[in-house]
């Protein structure tokens, strides 16, 4: 009997899959992709030409790849297409999926139906949104995100928390995004000027999405492929993607754009952790590897009080023995204590906190 080898998706890495969205799911493998981001039909159901107020057209979705006859018809596409997407994933895998008031209701009725855990609804707020031509309703000036992971089971999902953090300058990220739509330079057009695709996504869109849920190596799948710009930012930021796509000018047009664009150097693609993503360095750690000797003596920083070391990475004052946590709580008589940062060497005439010892550990880990 021979061996079953499990499927190998390395040779459908950065590459785009020509044809039906549906069909080319299914040569992917089961649990082999960590993000999904869909930018699925809208089924905008527009009835006749938008002008505006000077009797131009205005340059709208109407091509047949957004209609759809009835919504049970839109549903039985968005359950399939979805199914599908749920299998490729990982265990700890996300989807995200775009949509405007039109269908998104109608998309995250599917995804909790097959049992898709919402992690956030996301708002993109639009700096420049187009105007209500017709002064008949609000202008659209939003589109919603779901962000899902693949079950309420699912753990360990990627979210860079403290990255999103950073690019906040320092604030928690929040669920609504002011970013503008894709216009000037970014925007693609054709020989006679005209959009290559009516609904291009900003960068600046799919940057945040990468950036928070995924890692370097990671491999993002893009059902709605269009123009490409899954794959440019996934290339630009040293993720890889798959597309699919069956329109032959939107696979042209993106197909230049991804070689276009330059790969990012590993050390600007480092992004910032926080102290959870570091790996774990016991203080008896210290002691085994003779940075901090037994019978040492440990300070606060103003030397109120001095502790002994133990063999086992223990510490002791008068009355009582323990963590440097425990210890450091105790002579002060506070609930809790950081030992790492409250407890010092004494080296020649400088204190040294001996958090210094477990960043060189760390960094010796991060070289390996």
Wanted: hydrophobic share 35%; with cysteine.
């Amino acid at each position: 009997m021979g061996v079953i080898t499990k499927p190998d998706i390395k040779p459908l890495l950065n590459k785009i899959l020509v044809g039906d969205c549906i069909r080319q799911l299914k040569k992917i493998p089961s649990n082999s992709v960590d993000v999904v981001f869909a930018d699925p039909p809208y089924n905008l159901q527009l009835a006749g030409n938008l002008t505006r107020p000077d009797q131009s057209r205005v340059d709208g979705v109407d091509n047949e790849w957004d209609k759809f006859d009835t919504f049970k018809a839109y549903d039985k596409f968005t359950r399939d297409w979805m199914s599908e997407c749920q299998r490729v994933l990982k265990d700890n895998g996300t989807l995200w999926v775009i949509g405007s008031y039109h269908n998104i209701f109608r998309v995250g009725t599917v995804l909790q139906d097959l049992g898709f855990w919402i992690l956030n609804d996301i708002i993109w707020r639009k700096s420049n949104p187009m105007p209500n031509f017709r002064g008949k309703r609000f202008t659209n000036a939003h589109e919603t995100m779901i962000w899902a992971s693949k079950s309420e089971q699912s753990k360990n999902v990627t979210f860079n928390y403290d990255a999103m953090k950073a690019m906040n300058d320092d604030l928690q990220m929040r669920s609504d995004w002011v970013l503008p739509i894709c216009n000037g330079g970014e925007r693609l057009k054709n020989k006679d000027g005209n959009k290559v695709h009516p609904t291009q996504k900003p960068e600046s869109l799919l940057h945040r999405v990468i950036l928070s849920s995924t890692n370097k190596g990671d491999v993002i799948l893009d059902p709605f492929f269009g123009t490409g710009t899954t794959g440019a930012v996934a290339k630009k930021l040293g993720r890889n993607f798959i597309g699919l796509e069956r329109d032959k000018s939107y696979i042209k047009a993106a197909t230049a754009r991804i070689k276009a664009v330059d790969a990012t150097d590993d050390e600007a693609l480092k992004v910032t952790q926080g102290k959870r993503a570091l790996p774990r360095v016991p203080f008896g750690t210290l002691v085994e590897r003779g940075m901090i000797n037994p019978g040492d003596r440990l300070y606060d920083h103003s030397r109120r009080h001095a502790v002994q070391v133990r063999a086992d990475g223990s510490i002791a004052c008068k009355d009582a023995s323990g963590s440097i946590h425990k210890i450091g709580a105790h002579v002060q008589g506070a609930e809790a204590c950081n030992g790492w940062t409250y407890w010092h060497v004494k080296k020649g005439n400088n204190m040294m906190p001996i958090d210094m010892f477990r960043q060189q550990i760390r960094a010796e880990m991060g070289s390996e």
